[in-house]
Antibody, heavy 123, light 107 residues
């Protein structure tokens, strides 16, 4: 049974870096054809896909243009997890952040989700 | 980005009713559409992928159809446990984008 366990702080100061980790059990971060995604949800922006990482003989990372330049997704094969870093956060980055698995790689559907982390950007 | 517009934004129906939600894409996305159910305080749950394929373990009263720019999601006979918000999501192009959601309530 695949599970995703998120960890990271729920409160981040403006202009600081948001850092979250998603630990994978029951699957491998480098498994084919799986992709590993970060998605956030807020009342103002709804569900917003942020980016993904996947392994196809080498690592590929895709980011949403809306956060490009501020976001880093980093897969960690030794710990079987992947992480999200979002720099220079503002109150508009306040949201519930989810990690999610796409098992098939071709239909980009998210079948397993982490429990969600409510992140508040505030001083 | 591809814009996804769901209709209606909210819906009230009785147990046993047939319920239909629509999702329109701002451009042709073929069958590159998924549907999710989200209950309060929980992560979304995948119900239908690639427009019409039921995810394993999802009850057969749920179904999806459509192509190009117009898609429908149907609950054949509404059950009390179906009370949730439903979202469509396109995967034709990056960034993947979601509809704004349809909140389903029991009448």
């Amino acid at each position: 049974q695949v599970q995703l366990q998120q960890s990271g702080p729920g409160l981040v100061k403006p202009s600081a870096t948001l850092s979250l980790t998603c630990a994978i059990s029951g699957d491998s971060v480098s498994n084919y054809p799986v992709t590993w995604n970060w998605i956030r949800q807020s009342p103002s922006r709804g569900l917003e896909w942020l980016g993904r990482a996947y392994y196809r003989s080498k690592w590929y990372i895709d980011y949403a243009v809306s956060v490009k330049g501020r976001i880093t997704i980093n897969p960690d094969t030794s710990r079987n997890q992947f992480s999200l870093q979002l720099n220079s956060v503002t109150p508009q980055d306040t949201a519930i952040y989810y990690c999610a698995r796409d098992p098939r790689g071709g239909d980009d559907s998210f079948d397993i989700w982490g429990q969600g982390t409510m992140v508040t950007v505030s001083s | 980005d591809i814009q996804m517009t769901q209709s209606p934004s909210s819906l009230s129906a009785s147990v046993g009713d047939r319920v239909t939600i629509t999702c329109q894409a701002s451009q042709d996305i073929g069958n590159h559409l998924n549907w999710y159910q989200q209950k309060p305080g929980k992560a979304p749950k995948l119900l239908v992928y690639a427009a019409s394929n039921l995810e394993t373990g999802v009850p057969s009263r749920f179904s999806g159809s459509g192509s190009e720019t117009y898609f429908t999601f149907t609950i054949a006979s509404l059950q009390p446990e179906d009370i949730a918000t439903y979202y469509c999501q396109q995967f034709e192009n990056l960034p993947f984008t979601f509809g704004q959601g349809t909140k389903l309530e029991i009448k």
